[in-house]
């Protein structure tokens, strides 16, 4: 991609997008998209289109630890204006189901 600045609605726009894509990854055990586990804290994209993530997982013996941050990574930088995506794994705050979305808690009756 050639190197442009976005202007703030561009931003939204393409942050938007990698949400969309980033709710395609799944934990392999749990039956709900990564986003609505609560699993990512933060997407923030600068004006040229480098990608920052902050993630984590359900705990830290989690299986997917070695898979799921390159796919998010991955999904990241297909995103069309991605220049480039780094993923950090966070452990603070430490996840907990509260922090999943209502969409998450209804599709694993958690009423």
């Excluded at 069309?80 to 009756?109: C, F, H, I, Q, Y």
Aim: net charge negative; proline share 7%; with cysteine.
């Amino acid at each position: 991609m050639e190197n442009t600045d976005f202007n703030t609605f561009e931003l939204l726009i393409v942050k938007d997008q990698i949400i969309q894509a980033l709710k395609t990854c799944f934990d392999p055990e749990i039956p709900v998209n990564i986003y609505e586990l609560g699993l990512i804290y933060s997407v923030d994209v600068d004006k040229a289109g480098a990608v920052q993530i902050k993630m984590t997982l359900t705990s830290p013996a989690c299986p997917a630890a070695q898979s799921l941050p390159p796919e998010v990574k991955e999904k990241a930088e297909a995103v069309k204006g991605v220049t480039s995506a780094a993923v950090e794994v966070v452990w603070e705050p430490r996840w907990d189901p509260s922090m999943m979305s209502e969409e998450a808690k209804l599709a694993l009756n958690m009423y």
